[in-house]
């Protein structure tokens, strides 16, 4: 059983900064591309960011392109998303999730295709 456990979230003016983590429990974190997704009021879920086994790729939504960044660290089994010049329409919940049938991170940004989800981290933003 995997447990994956978000945090980080909260209330920030645009333009701030925040940083999520995702703490996973599992011995085959270090296995598999992991992924963010959100999901605004009224909206349905959407792929923000994903990062290949060993953090060498990336894969971001056009929306957070250049202004966000997605990172992990195997050796503490978690995978972060830093945030940056935030805006009202990053407003949501933010999951994060594994991915274990994608090879590649640009293949990786279809919700069906990850296993195990978070419980989400509430991320507001004020303009």
């Known amino acids: 059983q995997v447990q994956l456990v978000e945090s980080g979230g909260g209330l920030v003016q645009a333009g701030g900064s925040l940083r999520l983590s995702c703490a996973a429990s599992g011995r085959t974190f270090s296995s598999y591309i992991m992924g963010w997704f959100r999901q605004a009021p009224g909206k349905e879920r959407e792929f923000v960011a994903s990062?290949?086994?060993?953090?060498?790729?990336?894969f971001y939504a056009n929306s957070v392109k250049g202004r966000f960044t997605i990172s992990r660290d195997n050796a503490k089994n978690t995978v972060y998303l830093q945030m940056n010049s935030l805006k009202p329409e990053d407003t949501a919940v933010y999951y994060c999730?594994?991915?274990?049938?994608?090879?590649?991170?640009?293949?990786?940004?279809?919700?069906?295709?990850?296993?195990?989800w978070g419980q989400g981290t509430q991320v507001t933003v004020s303009s």
């Open positions: 999730a594994r991915d274990p049938v994608s090879t590649r991170v640009d293949g990786s940004s279809r919700e069906e295709k990850y296993d195990y």
């Open positions: 990062i290949s086994w060993s953090g060498g790729s990336t």
